[in-house]
Structures are given as C-alpha cells and as structure tokens.
C-alpha cells in the first residue's frame, strides 16, 4: 500500500455559505456541530424508533434535511490519529478558519481536532482563534500509566489530561465532556455573538466508543448507553441553537449538524443506528457514508424541507479532481468554495479545489445538480454514487481476522457477492444499486437491464477522469514515532503533568483498514 | 396443523376512543386509514430517505406517533383470502360499526373488506352502512377469463369488476383506484360531518402487489412504482384530514393510520421499506410486525408526541385471554373496548375481550402499561413482546420452497440462529432481544446475563397463563370451494356480468406459511 493515508489537502475543502441568501450586510455567522461515529438513524427525524432526540428534530422542522449526504471516508481521519502520528495538517493547507479570517470572523473550536497533535498542527496555528478540547480522541488509544493520557487544551496550552483531570469512566460510561463542551459552546456564542462574524466547530465526541453522558443522563435513554450520550448531545444542540437565538443572531446564522461517518455496529451498547442503511462505520456501503445532515438558518434556508442533492461533506480523499464532487460543509479540517462563497472570500487560486459550491440547494431544496461522489475506503476507489445510482467496484465487508476477533461491521446483514469478507474486485462487472428505490443495498439491478449497461457507460466515464486527473497527495499519516505522544504538551510545566520523552524512533505505522 | 385460521372473533377488537377526551357532547367521529402492505418505515417522519409523504409528516407532527405498535398477524386475514375461500366474519362477532350503532354512529367502508365475500359476509350485513371497495384485495387472485375476476361493490350491489370494468394495469402499475377511494371517503365526510357521529374506515390497497397509482403520478416518486403509490395514498390522507377540517369537525374525529403488517420485500419495486427492522411481511420479526401507527385528534391529542406503548392493532388471532394484549384499534373488521369506551358503550358482556383501552396513552403519551403481545404466525406463538424485551420461542424467515423460487422474505438479512430457513425451536432457550436498545434483533442477549434470566422468568409466567386461558377460535377459513367464487354477485344482471356457478365441491384449503 502506497500511503495509507492521502494528503489533507482535500480534506480541508467543506462549508456551505452564501453571500447572496444573506439578507444581512454582515457575513453570515457559521455554526459546524460534526459529531463522532453517530449515524444516519440516530436521529428521531431520520427514524429511530425511540425518538430521543427533541431538539434535532425541531431543528429539522425548522431547516432542511439533506438526505444523501456523505463522508470523505467510512471513518473518522480516515485513519484514526492516535498519539504516536507523526504527521498532521501541512501549514499550506488553507483552512476554513484562515480562509474566514480575511472577512474578520473569529473561529472556536471546541471539541476534538484529530489534524495531527505536535505543536505545529494545532488547531490555534491553523486559523483558530479559540480551542477548548482534545487534540485526539477520548478513546485513547492510551488510558494507562506507560504511556500519557490526552491532553485537553484551553487554546494553546494544556490545561489536564483525560482519565486523570478530565475524567471518563469507560466501564459505566459517566463523564461531563459534553456538558463542558456544551458550556464551551455556548459561552464562545455568547463572547462572540455581537462582536462581528463567527465561525464555531463543535466536535463533541461522546458518542465514539466508549460512550458516555454525564452523570444525571444516566438511565434515561431507553436505547442505553449509546442513547445517553445521544441524548446529552442533543441536549446541547438546544443549547446553542438557544444561545443564537437569545442573542438573536439565528437569522444571521448557519447551523450546520452532521456526523463523521456511519455508526459503528461493532456492539449493540457503544454503537449507533444507521437507519435503512447497509453496514457500518469502515465499510463503503450506505451504513459506513450516509452521514445525518440538518441545516438551519431561520429566514433562508426554507423550514421542514429535504433536499435530495447527492453531496460530500468533504471532497475526497484523493484530490484533486475539479469534477469530483457536490460539496457542503463538514469536518473539523474544514474550508470550501461554498464557505468561501457565503462569506464573500476567494478561496485560493493555487490549487484545485474538488468540490462545488452548492449553498443555492439550501435556499432552493429542490435543485440538484448531478455530480458523481467517489466513495474510498483507504486509498481504494470502492464505489462511485450518481443522481440515484450507486456503483460497487470494489466491496468489503469485516476483515476476516477482525471477524475472528467477533468484530463485524455488518451484523445481521448478508448480501450475496456484496457484504464480502475480503476486498473483492467488481471492476469487470460492477454491482450497480438504485439506493433511492433500494436504499438497504438489497437488490442488485440486473445486468442485463438498460439502466445497468448506461451506468456502466456513466461510470467508465467518470472514473477515467477521476483517476487521470487525480493527483494524489502527500501522505501524512504513515510515520509514527513513540516519542511524539503528548509526553509535555505545553502547558504541562504549570500542571506539573510533564512526562520525560523516550528516544526518537521513527517507524512506518501499520493501520489496519 | 389443526386449523391454520384461526376463529375470527379476536381479530374484532380494536379501536380508540375516549369518551372523557371529548370536549363535545357528541361523540367523536373515528376515522381510520388502513393501508395495505404499507412498512413502518415507508413514512418520512420514520425516516423513509425520499421523503416523500408530507401529509403524513404533517399529521404526525400534528398529532401522535406510535412506535411499538403491531400488527396481529404478519399478514393480511391472517390468512390471504381467495376467491374459494367458503368462510367469513361469522354473525355473532359484533363489529366495531355495530357496537357505535347504538351511539347513532353512522358507519362506512371505503376499500378492501377481506372478511368473507359470500353475501353473508359482506360489509353491510355486519353494521356498515356504506360500502365501496372490493371484498377481496386487487391481486386476485384471478385476473383471467377462466374464473371470475373480483367484483367492486357499491353497498350490496356489485357495480362491475377490477380488471374489467375497474382497471388496473398491472404490468405498468397503473389504476385509479386510490384516487376513486379518496373520493368516496370525502364524499362520505361531506355526506355525514353535519349529521351526527360518523366511522369510516379507509383501506385502499394500492400498496399491495401489484402496486399501482394513478396515471398522474407515474414518475413522480424516487422510489419507483411502489413509492407513486405511496404518494397517491399520502395525497388522499391529506384529502381527508383536509375535508375533516373543511366542516371544522377536526376537532371532535380521532383519525389513525396504519397497515396492516410489515412492507412485503420479495421485490425491489413491489415493496416498501420496514425501516430499521428485521425481515418482512410473513415473519414474526420486527420488520413483519411493526407497523406505522399515527393518531390525530387537534385539540385533544398532544400535537408532535410519541408514545412508546406496546400495542397490538387488535387482539390477537388467538383468543380470549384478558391479559393477553394491549390494543389500539386497527383492522378492517375492528371494535373494541377502547372504541367502546371512547363512544361511551359497553362491549359485549358474553364474551372476553382480550384488549385493553388505551386511549389514555393518547392523552397522555408518557403513560405505559405493561402488557405482553403474543406474535403468532399461522396457529404457532413465535415471540413475546413485553416493554422493551422480545423474546422469540420459535424462529422462521423464509421457507425453503420460497426461496427455491426466489422469494424472501428476509433479504440481505442473516443473523445466526435467528432467521432460521425452517421453523426452529427455542423453547427451551428462547433468544431475547431488547428491541429499544437493538430494533434490528441484530445482538441477542447473553443467557448468561441477569436480563435474560429474568425475561425468562416472566416469559413462563406469562406464556403459560395465554395458553391456559386461550380458547382457540373456531376456524372460519380452512374450506375452499370453486362454487363460492364470485360467479354471480348481486348486481351482476343489471351489469350482464354474471357467470354461471360450477358444481360445488368443498375441500381443505391449503395455505402457505
């Protein structure tokens, strides 16, 4: 494998604005709520059953579901940055909040940032003028004595460390982040609200396994754990959507509520629900790339609609092909034309970005452009999605050896030469789904219809130019070294929390896929 | 196997009502809208992607969800009625129309009856006062010159015949039937708002394959020819609730909605979605069962709640035991204590109602009571439903000679020990699913765990007193004769429609399962 993980670049190119919905002669504020392994079906408006999720669905109500929404990659990095990553976001990628700048808008980020964790990678060196979180996810990968705990950071220093200061009690899956990352929230708002344009990116990460919910959610979900955690993240929804409107600055405001791939179904108690979808989090099929997508801007974007626009929250992984993909908004290493196009700045003209700008789709639901959406998973194209069809090259369930492990990515499912438990090639016959009229991946059109044999000539097309004109990029992630965990965050001096740094041994990490 | 329908009686049983609910002095009109094949997650407001049912979104953010509602049997009669069939609602079962009777309640059919179509068993002989529809459903299951293809009644005359005179193209899933149905139950509103309390029970089947809409909504549905019938049965439930309010009696009629069971997913284009559950129509899993349950009543039921009672539509087809089941209302062949209660009768006292009055769960969606539902599949108890605990004594997907023929009714489906292809016996260590936490009944609880062990506890308990109590019913569809077919039904001079009646010869029904 070449590297395993691709250049940032393209990962950067997200955000819906739009200058001229703006009724405002101030740039619209931004609002970016991207949770962590929650999925399409978490959401009572997407068809949980328990309908737990009050304030999401009254957001919906109140804005626009985008029903066809997907992730650059079936998980969250794509590959999951734990402490020993050497690499991370190169200082010639322009972010959202850098882009934003140039307009005078003031950026937060509160939650996990996952864009690399040295020093030169974080979040307050690329555009943010706020952080209040964690520059890894909670889940570790280490909680022990041997190795340091994640740091959480107050803008550019360390102000504790997970499990010991900032405690997550994994086994009963008790702890307050989400409150504190609500609070944070919530008082960014309120600092910011009438002082000029703001960007927020709230990236809570509770409902990444271990799950949790603080204290006083527990036992009031009737989905479990999982459900608390969904819950309390729900709960703070209401609360920024609140401090907006108390301000009132919600006519001035884009909110933006999305997830970073499919639930993980790896175990009923720390897993989401993907709704009708096929599979889980790590796999290319509708359950691992359908992410939930609700956007909010009173007084613009039209109240209780659904547009069915066939988007990335990102632009691909592989970039950059000028043809690739719709594009909205999304992940916490976010900029975009569309981001670009609401606040009235230029994104820039020395690279090519991939993905369109398509913030008319918010103030016209039922406008679609038809634009293919390349689906990877590592650095192979698996299936390509258009207008209603979606074509498989590639597919791949749970590798066997995690299979061994009772991990499955797929409970429950089993479609015939689809949900295969090795990577199958399919590039001389791909298998083609209608995932409009099918979206469970169920039914495989025929490949003796005419809709198959024009898919197919659709595809070839695409593909071709996707693949000459991608340039793939730099990757970042391959190198790993023990001595760049968070052994002395800055900061740690005054907490007394400074760790002494083992030798530098760099190595090629191994990342399973 | 002893008698594969069981008697009738149980399947009477249902409706909503409450007397104390009613701000007015007149009783409240009912309406309830059955559909046909319709699946739980066919709805947009349960997370149908497309969404493509405004009408029912509206209604349910007006009114209530039900979300653990089921069915009483995994198919339509339980078992589908052919034209052969000898049997039919026998005349001491009291109707739902008859029980309102005595309130002044005038009642009417609009759609398929099902109940028995010799002229003993049709709609007006058991308290309708008005009927238009078929007594059988649309597939036939003739549509030929050999025998006689099924008549469309107007009260007790037939007016001409489906595929004849009524037509339906079933290649091209072309009718007008829905559009005619729609229209006859406004028209019935128009007639009876003004006159006193009024029943009408709406039950198109246009959902049931073959699927058909009106030529004006071919193309118009994402979802291809099943979801234009969708959208053709949405429209009509926005034509009603609009007459409803049109003669400003929306405040005093409790109007329902839901199917008859699980969406049928042996083919892609002839079946609608079950959401995130198990499997399809003819099973006991959740996706054979759960149906769409949506109560609306402005000014009495709480508008945009959910109620998560465990309910059955009816009693079950196994009756009579008292504690057997809480119920709602439902069917086409529907009365019940609780529409009883609502109109202010009294059910019959010579008898066991195996139902509960539920209506308060409507005003106060927060209330549960704690009730077991048996799910049968032919004579057989497959599963328990009691709170958020389902526990299957048996398992079965699809039988053998089905899937020889490439039917399933579990597609892409496959959870070990669980979709069994032949019926399997887990008497002796029943499988339990928390249905809240998992609805896909993807991750059995372990029988090491304290949960199982107490389900199990309380499953003996309950099991045992529904079988000591249940008295079988008399079987009213196990005889089929050529002669009963519908040969010669009343109207058939004025239409010179008759045909002339072979021999009669009654034998054995034989019914799949």
Not at 180 to 197: K, Q, Y
Not at 242 to 265: E, I, P, W, Y
Not at 432 to 444: A, C, I, K, S, T
Request: hydrophobic share 35%; proline share 8%; charged share 20%.
């Amino acid at each position: 494998m070449k590297g395993v993980v691709l250049g940032l670049r393209a990962w950067l190119v997200a955000g819906v604005l739009i200058a001229t919905a703006s009724t405002s002669s101030q740039p619209p504020n931004v609002v970016i709520m991207l949770m962590d392994d929650m999925g399409w079906g978490d959401l009572g408006c997407n068809g949980e059953p328990n309908r737990e999720t009050p304030n999401l669905d009254q957001m919906a109500r109140e804005g626009l579901i985008a029903s066809s929404m997907y992730t650059a990659a079936p998980l969250c990095s794509p590959s999951y940055t734990p402490q020993n990553m050497v690499g991370g976001i190169p200082d010639d990628e322009v972010l959202l909040p850098e882009l934003l700048a140039q307009k005078g808008y003031t950026s937060g980020l509160v939650g996990k940032w996952h864009l690399g964790h040295q020093p030169q990678y974080l979040p307050l060196k690329h555009g943010f003028d706020f952080w209040f979180g964690a520059p890894n996810c909670h889940f570790g990968p280490y909680a022990d004595l041997l190795t340091p705990n994640i740091p959480v950071f107050l803008n550019d220093s360390m102000v504790g460390r997970y499990y010991e200061d900032f405690h997550i009690d994994k086994n009963n899956g008790v702890s307050n982040m989400t409150q504190l990352f609500t609070d944070a929230a919530v008082e960014f708002i309120n600092r910011e609200a009438n002082r000029g344009p703001f960007f927020l990116l709230w990236a809570p990460d509770a409902t990444h396994a271990p799950t949790y919910a603080s204290e006083k959610y527990r036992g009031t979900s009737r989905r479990g754990r999982y459900g608390e955690a969904v819950r309390e993240l729900d709960a703070g929804v209401g609360a920024i959507l609140d401090a907006l409107r108390a301000h009132q600055v919600d006519n001035n405001t884009l909110v933006v509520f999305t997830s970073d791939n499919g639930a993980a179904l790896v175990s009923k108690y720390n897993g989401g629900s993907n709704g009708p979808f096929l599979c889980g989090k790590q796999t290319t099929f509708e359950g691992g790339m359908r992410a939930p997508g609700i956007f909010w801007w009173p007084g613009v974007i039209p109240a209780g609609t659904t547009t069915h626009q066939v988007s990335s929250e990102n632009t691909q992984p592989s970039q950059p092909y000028e043809e690739a993909v719709a594009e909205w908004c999304g992940r916490r290493w976010i900029c975009s034309r569309t981001a670009a196009q609401l606040a009235g700045v230029q994104t820039p003209q020395d690279r090519i970005y991939d993905g369109l700008a398509l913030a008319k789709s918010l103030t016209h639901p039922q406008l679609e452009v038809q634009r293919p959406v390349f689906l990877y998973r590592g650095n192979r194209l698996m299936a390509v999605r258009r207008g209603p069809l979606k074509i498989h090259l590639w597919t791949f369930s749970t590798p066997t050896a995690e299979l061994q492990k009772g991990i499955n990515f797929c409970p429950g499912a089993e479609v015939p030469n689809v949900t295969t438990p090795t990577p199958t090639n399919h590039t001389a016959r791909p298998i083609l789904f209608n995932v409009e009229v099918d979206p469970g991946e169920r039914y495989p059109v025929s490949h003796l219809s005419r809709t198959y044999k024009d898919a197919i000539q659709m595809l070839k097309k695409v593909v071709k130019e996707h693949e000459e004109k991608l340039v793939p990029g730099e990757p970042q992630l391959n190198w790993c070294d023990q001595a760049v965990m968070h052994w002395r965050p800055h900061g740690c001096e005054a907490l007394k929390e400074c760790l002494p740094i083992p030798q530098s041994n760099p190595y090629l990490c191994d990342w399973p896929h």
